[in-house]
Nanobody, 114 residues
Framework: VQLVESGGGLVQPGGSLRLSCAAS????????MSWYRQAPGAERELVAT????????NYADSVKGRFTISRDNAKNTVYLQMNSLKPEDTAVYYC????????WGQGTQVTVSS
């Protein structure tokens, strides 16, 4: 099982990033998928979730209206489009199943700073 996140970086407040997570080793299309994040000194938190077919999405209140989760089951990949980024979005971002029952990947660092 492998989850490989990418797409992070340094961006100014108000900017955008698109994260990707490539999954392997399990039947991706059978699982609801989520993005999580962990800021320094904080617990890992759930950011967004997408259903198996992609028709249902849910977001943490802190990112609602700014972030969009999507998936491509043919590519075993889940995405997170992040717009209007704020300094408080700074964190390491991870993907996993909704129940977080797969081994965590290395994550991708997102830093929002001027």
């Amino acid at each position: 099982v492998q989850l490989v996140e990418s797409g992070g970086g340094l961006v100014q407040p108000g900017g955008s990033l698109r994260l990707s997570c490539a999954a392997s080793g399990f039947t991706f299309r059978n699982y609801a998928m989520s993005w999580y994040r962990q800021a320094p000194g904080a617990e890992r938190e759930l950011v967004a979730t997408i259903s198996i077919a992609g028709g249902i999405t849910n977001y943490a209140d802190s990112v609602k209206g700014r972030f969009t989760i999507s998936r491509d089951n043919a590519k075993n990949t889940v995405y997170l489009q992040m717009n209007s980024l704020k300094p408080e979005d700074t964190a390491v971002y991870y993907c996993n199943t909704r129940s977080a029952d797969r081994s965590w990947g290395q994550g991708t660092q997102v830093t929002v700073s001027s």
